[in-house]
């Protein structure tokens, strides 16, 4: 994948002001836990549709500004960055308004639901010389930066193909997520898309190659709305590596694995249901490979990453002129 250089305004105050779009159980679980631990990092202001739930969480993390209108807090308060977490036909709506804004956007994974709507975000991103990075969180997983340690030092030699398997017992397994992920409208997709994109992109960031050919099929099995419960998607790079990717929201335990196999022999690569990466050679001979074990925070949490791509200490690994080419992979249009 040929880098693509874009140049961005730094801000080189102490404090990042942050604003947060979103109140829902991936915000409570993950963004405001991560986000006030960094240093250097003021949340400013919260959004989200339930006032109760907002004054709630603007308490328990002392933020001043509690909003249920997502542009009444643009508007009002100062920022340096916004980060969103809404139902995914938002994403693109509200991180084109942030831009427009002049601030910097951390934007929930997919960054889109159509094409047409991430290759404006990514141009306004471009024009406006601001961040625009997606959570494509497995690119910060230790075990995956590990593998792509040992691919790029020549561990597995040519790749072949690559067998790749995501899966959870599906969003309706948290009382707290909303109905919304069963609604093609508003998710625009089941679990190909809510799932696969992380395998989708995994698989480029693995390789350093992209997709040039895809196909997928699905099935709605047990769960409601209008949208695959489960599905398969099959691709090809442009160096010839054929994926199997593989999405379930039907899972009894979450699943995150990755195989790969090469001239040099098989690599496994375990992240759910533990962080685990096995080498088997030609010989059949296995190897235990450890884990990286010098990489910075910034390195393994994207909410950490995000901040030090602000401050101009890190150069983004998951900008939106990067992951749209995963996008384009599950959505053609």
């Known amino acids: 994948m040929p880098k693509q250089e874009v140049t961005v305004s730094h801000i080189d105050s102490k404090i990042i002001r942050l604003g947060i779009i979103g109140s829902g159980s991936f915000v409570q679980s993950d963004y405001l836990p991560n986000f006030s631990k960094i ?12 006032p109760e739930k ?34 995914n036909y938002l994403h693109d709506i509200q991180a084109i308004e942030v831009l427009k804004h002049g601030y910097h956007v951390f934007v929930e994974k997919p960054m889109a639901i159509t094409l047409g709507r991430a290759k404006k975000m990514v141009a306004l991103a471009k024009a406006t010389k601001k961040i625009l990075m997606v959570n494509q969180s497995k690119r910060y997983s230790p075990v995956f930066l590990s593998a792509k340690d040992f691919i ?9 193909t690559m067998n790749l398997r995501i899966a ?21 997709g089941g679990s190909i898309l809510d799932l696969g994109i992380h395998m989708v992109d995994i698989a480029r960031f ?10 997928n099929v699905f099935t709605q099995l047990v769960k409601r709305g209008d949208v695959e419960d489960n599905g398969i998607l099959i691709a090809k790079t442009k160096e010839g590596v054929i994926l199997s990717v593989e999405t379930s929201w039907t899972s009894f335990r979450n699943e995150s694995s990755v195989t790969i196999y090469g001239e040099n022999g098989v690599l496994y690569i375990s992240e759910l249901p533990e962080q685990r990466l096995e080498f088997v050679n030609t010989r059949g001979k296995k190897e235990s490979i450890k884990l990286l074990s ?26 939106g002129f990067d992951v749209i080419k995963s996008l384009r992979v599950i959505i053609k249009k």
């Open 206 to 215: 693995l390789t350093n190659d992209d997709i040039i050919e895809s196909y």
């Open 294 to 319: 010098k990489l910075q925070p910034y390195e393994t949490n994207p909410y950490q990453h995000f901040i030090a791509c602000i401050k101009g200490d890190a150069h983004c690994k998951s900008e």
């Open 152 to 160: 790029i030092k020549g561990g597995i030699g040519k790749i072949y």
């Open 54 to 87: 907002v004054k709630t969480l603007a308490n328990k993390y002392g933020i001043a500004g509690a909003y249920t209108d997502w542009r009444d807090m643009l508007n009002v308060v100062p920022l340096d960055a916004v980060a969103i977490a809404t139902p």
């Open 168 to 188: 959870h017992s599906g969003p309706d397994s948290d009382e707290k997520r909303g109905d919304w992920f069963f609604d093609k409208k508003r998710a625009g």
């Open 39 to 50: 240093q250097g990092v003021k949340i400013s202001a919260i959004c989200g549709n339930t």
